[in-house]
């Protein structure tokens, strides 16, 4: 039939085209499905920090300068800083990161952060977050994620296509998200 | 058969034009002069910030409800439940895992709120923090539980290294979110709203 034929070739193209956001999307899958047990867009690293006590007068500006020397934090690194309390005192870093000391000791810590090279651009891409033209080109990718599917499953002919074993395979794939909608809605 | 080979073909090309857009902002770079905006009116609907002159713009266009004090909001917090208000201060803490809210509070002294969003509908970059937001929503009041209040309080400790005894809490604390609308995330405080 010319359908298949049509549909083997449209299957086996869109299946190249896809190839790189397909796997895109899968890596970030696996990375924001265990965002409760990791974080998948920084790396944050946290090491002890002893500056010293923080000069008692010049007020902000001398203590955040303090802060920046002795914890040798390199020029326009510090994006502001902050005194929530008589004894705490904060110097915030330009990736997101922050030098956290006390004021009468110097102790505290210093927590850098970094993107996640590749991944933080996978997520945003795959969470949507550009929106604007971006919704459009995933929803095309969806579309043809869609007819990927559905080609898929008539390509073969006979006893490997959809009539003979491909038929159980395609209900065991419905039947596991469905058993699971089945549990949530009788147990909760 | 062609013609399938075509469209295939100019499909790479058509998904290529779509994403011609600004890149997003997510590494907080400092404002552009491509699109001056002081509310984000012209900004497109990026979730991860649009850059403009005025800094990076989110959500909806702000400026049309009253700007409060921080220490205003925070000490009398009841009189504005339920009111949309406007807020500037130093982004002290952003979500780090979904960029989901970020904490405005006072560059001297202990008041902070936090600005929610829904996931996704804005993303705040962790770089954002120690910068300067003015923020738009409508304020709620958040009743912590005496339990949450001590796991609270204990985190803040642990964050700054004091001690902390968990009897010394009696009383359950009460938090003020925004419930995000749109927010101006500056390198600077401007000038004309102080803090």
Redesign the interface.
């Known amino acids: 039939m010319r359908w298949r034929r049509l549909f083997r070739v449209l299957h086996r193209d869109i299946g190249y085209l896809l190839f790189g956001l397909v796997l895109a999307y899968a890596i970030s899958g696996l990375a924001v499905n265990h965002v409760e047990d990791w974080n998948p867009n920084y790396s944050i690293s946290v090491s002890e920090i002893d500056v010293g006590p923080l000069p008692a007068d010049g007020g902000l500006d001398a203590m955040e300068a303090h802060v920046a020397a002795a914890a040798r934090l390199d020029a326009g690194e510090v994006t502001g800083r902050r005194r929530p309390g008589p004894n705490v005192f904060i110097v915030f870093l330009r990736e997101g990161g922050e030098a956290r000391v006390a004021v009468d000791s110097g102790r505290g810590r210093l927590e850098r952060v970094s993107t996640r090279p590749g991944l933080f651009e996978t997520n945003f891409l795959h969470l949507n977050h550009l929106k604007g033209a971006w919704t459009y080109v995933a929803d095309a990718f969806a579309l043809l994620l869609a007819f990927l599917a559905i080609s898929g499953i008539v390509l073969l002919k006979g006893r490997a296509g959809l009539a003979g074993r491909g038929k159980w395979f395609v209900l065991a794939g419905l039947l596991i998200p469905l058993a699971f909608v089945a549990h949530y809605y009788t147990t909760r | 058969?062609r013609t399938?080979?075509l469209l295939?073909v100019l499909?790479?090309f058509t998904?290529v034009a779509?994403?011609?857009?600004a890149p997003?902002a997510?590494?907080?770079a400092a404002p552009s002069d491509a699109a001056a905006t002081t509310t984000g009116e012209d900004a497109?609907?990026?979730?991860?910030g649009t850059e403009t002159a005025d800094g990076v713009v989110y959500g909806e266009p702000i400026g049309s409800a009253p700007s409060v004090e921080l220490t205003e909001l925070v000490t009398n917090t009841d009189a504005y439940v339920g009111k949309r208000v406007r807020v500037v201060g130093?982004?002290?803490g952003?979500c780090?895992?979904?960029?989901c809210w970020f904490k405005i509070?006072?560059?001297?002294?202990?008041e902070?709120i936090t600005f929610k969003v829904e996931d996704?509908v804005m993303?705040f970059?962790?770089?954002?923090?120690?910068?300067?937001a003015e923020a738009e929503g409508t304020v709620a009041k958040v009743e912590y539980s005496l339990e949450k209040t001590r796991e609270y309080f204990a985190r803040k400790a642990e964050?700054?290294?004091?001690a902390f005894d968990p009897a010394s809490v009696t009383e359950p604390l009460s938090l003020v979110r925004l419930a995000g609308i749109g927010a101006v995330i500056r390198?600077e405080l401007p000038a004309a709203t102080g803090e």
């Open positions: 058969m399938a080979r295939l499909l790479p998904l779509c994403t011609a857009e997003p997510a590494k907080g497109a609907p990026v979730g991860t130093l982004v002290t952003v780090a895992k979904r960029g509070g006072a560059e001297e002294g202990p902070e996704g993303v970059p962790m770089s954002a923090q120690g910068k300067w964050e700054s290294g004091a390198d």
